[in-house]
Nanobody, 120 residues
Framework: QVQLVESGGGLVQAGGSLRLSCVAS??????MGWFRQAPGKEREFVAA????????TYADSVKGRFTISRENAKNTLYLQMRSLKPEDTAVYYC???????????????WGQGTQVTVSS
């Protein structure tokens, strides 16, 4: 059974930092990524990374502030978030999928999500 379990969410003040983690079990993924969904809004792509970590892609809204990485030996995905803003408040979802050479990421497996709240 494939499982993706996120952790590391919480409440942080604007300008602060958080690091999300996601442990995958049941299979490995050639690419993994993060999505988020804010209250009343559609789910949106945040970042994705390929197996080696040599290719990453980010949403414009988080570029320069968020860093995605992975530790394959631990089957773990990370999202380091810095300079957080109130508009980053959302449920963050870990996903496993495929990252194309054009930078397009398609997710196939989803975790349950972890809440990130940024206060102003």
């Amino acid at each position: 059974q494939v499982q993706l379990v996120e952790s590391g969410g919480g409440l942080v003040q604007a300008g602060g930092s958080l690091r999300l983690s996601c442990v995958a079990s049941g299979r490995t993924f050639s690419a993994m990524g993060w999505f988020r969904q804010a209250p009343g809004k559609e789910r949106e792509f945040v970042a994705a990374i390929n197996w080696s970590g040599g290719r990453t892609t980010y949403a414009d809204s988080v570029k320069g502030r968020f860093t995605i990485s992975r530790e394959n030996a631990k089957n773990t995905l990370y999202l380091q978030m810095r300079s957080l803003k109130p508009e980053d408040t959302a449920v963050y979802y870990c996903t496993g999928g495929v990252l194309s050479y054009t930078g397009s990421y398609n997710s196939h497996y989803w975790g349950q999500g972890t809440q990130v709240t940024v206060s102003s």
